[in-house]
């Protein structure tokens, strides 16, 4: 199993991710939850790069929140009128004992930043290379909503190499 | 224009729309069948008519949504009310 080989940060990361993902009714967990998970745990490189490019928490949970809007709005659903109508017991939030299982593109990030893990020759498993994994799904909803937040996959890459390197001296 | 008309993207040409409004409504649809179950019990609805309205069988709504219900509005169940009251 890959988590066994997660540093603590990293593992941090991942369990932020799940409650992330459980707060905004998200049935899987996907690879932007990993995303709020590193934000939320905000601990390692990976955080620091994220929060050196004015990208918080709060902002990214409302930019996931707005993507699921605009799908709905995209056919002609609009959730306020739903929340409105059934009241006060409408909650998107997963229930207790519901399950949430990793989406395969989560699977596939977290199978990735073993990947740059050892790619980078690390000895470790970090919140950096999960955040590399996480890149490297360009196609993803991570990614997709970094672009709605005005920020690349490149910049960020960049930035976090540029915090590696001064970390390393 | 209408908001409502506004925008009709998720059609054939964009699949990629189509199926996050796809997961969103999902996501939307499980909330509003537990809202809209524990409406019923709270307004004193049992379990059997709300499974047979619902069209599921009643161990199945039970299974579905008791606990959770129960977890939100503890004490005694609301009074039973006869159907469609």
């Given at each position: 199993m890959i988590f066994n080989r997660f540093a603590k940060e990293a593992r941090a990361c991942v369990v932020a991710a799940v409650e992330e993902a459980r707060a905004l009714g998200h049935d899987s967990i996907g690879d932007e939850d990993l995303l709020l998970g590193i934000l939320r745990a905000d601990k390692g490189v990976a955080a620091e790069t994220l929060s050196s490019l004015g990208v918080r928490l709060e902002a990214a949970r409302e930019e996931s929140e707005r993507m699921g809007y605009d799908a709905l709005a995209s056919v002609g659903i609009f959730l306020e009128d739903i929340r409105r109508e059934a009241g006060?017991?409408?909650?998107l939030r997963i229930p207790e004992g519901r399950r949430v299982p990793f989406s395969p593109r989560a699977k596939r990030v977290l199978e990735r930043a073993l990947k740059e893990a050892v790619g980078l020759r690390d000895s470790h498993l970090g919140t950096e290379h999960v955040l590399l994994g996480i890149l490297g799904n360009g196609d993803g909803m991570a990614v997709r909503m970094l672009a709605r937040m005005g920020v690349s996959p490149e910049t960020v890459e960049d930035r976090l190499f540029e915090l590696r390197g001064r970390a390393a001296g | 224009m209408d908001e409502r008309t506004k925008s009709r993207v998720g059609g054939p040409g964009n699949p990629r729309e189509g199926l996050d409004a796809v997961v969103a409504l999902r996501r939307t649809l499980e909330a509003l069948e537990a809202a809209q179950v524990e409406n019923a019990f709270v307004a004193g609805w049992s379990w059997a008519q709300i499974a047979e309205v619902v069209g599921v069988s009643k161990q199945a709504v039970n299974k579905k949504h008791a606990k959770r219900i129960r977890d939100r509005c503890p004490g005694e169940p609301p009074r039973r009310k006869e159907k469609g009251e």
């Open positions: 006060d017991a409408f909650d | -």
